[in-house]
């Protein structure tokens, strides 16, 4: 089976931030889920966040853990917490076992497709990241999946003394 690389594309129009996922989205790209996820922080006008995953195959545990960041970052300023849409099954069994429906409203299928927030998403330019920028990406991303559940902090607890402990010895 062919995997599709994982792109990111996004919009934003009246209020409402479209986030969509595509492929298999994975760790090489969480330079770009963090920057959206610092830019929604700052966004004024910012009403609703819709996370579209209906097009992704995979999303590794690092991109979860910005999607994460990104319900974080908005917390306290919608009304709503973030809307994941996610109709493949291994994607959505993911989203249960990580414990996101606390944080996000979970759904199949769009309650009404916003049409032109569709026609108006944009690939995001995949941000650039060194070595050492991914391996702090990776640490935060984990670190915040474990501030979810026990289960996250249980599932992710040794990746991330493993790569705490890689940070603490010099590299060559």
Not at 27 to 41: K, P, V, W
Not at 127 to 133: G, L, Q, R
Not at 155 to 167: N, R
């Amino acid at each position: 089976m062919l995997i599709e690389e994982g792109r990111i594309k996004a919009a934003f129009d009246s209020g409402v931030f479209v986030l969509k996922l595509c492929g298999d989205v994975r760790l090489t790209l969480c330079a770009t889920l963090d920057s959206q996820a610092q830019r929604l922080a700052q966004t004024p006008g910012l009403q609703t966040v819709l996370i579209d995953l209906r097009e992704a195959t995979n999303v590794d545990s690092t991109a979860l853990g910005f999607l994460a960041k990104v319900a974080m970052a908005v917390k306290g300023r919608l009304e709503q917490p973030p809307t994941i849409i996610a109709d493949n099954p291994d994607v959505r069994k993911m989203l249960d076992v990580m414990g996101f429906s606390r944080f996000f409203t979970l759904m199949d299928a769009p309650l009404k497709a916003p049409i032109a927030l569709e026609e108006g998403l944009e690939d995001l330019p995949e941000v650039a990241a060194d070595e050492a920028a991914l391996r702090e990406r990776i640490l935060e991303a984990h670190r915040i999946l474990m501030r979810m559940n026990a289960h996250n902090r249980e599932q992710f607890q040794p990746l991330v003394e493993m790569l705490e402990a890689q940070e603490a010895t010099p590299h060559h």
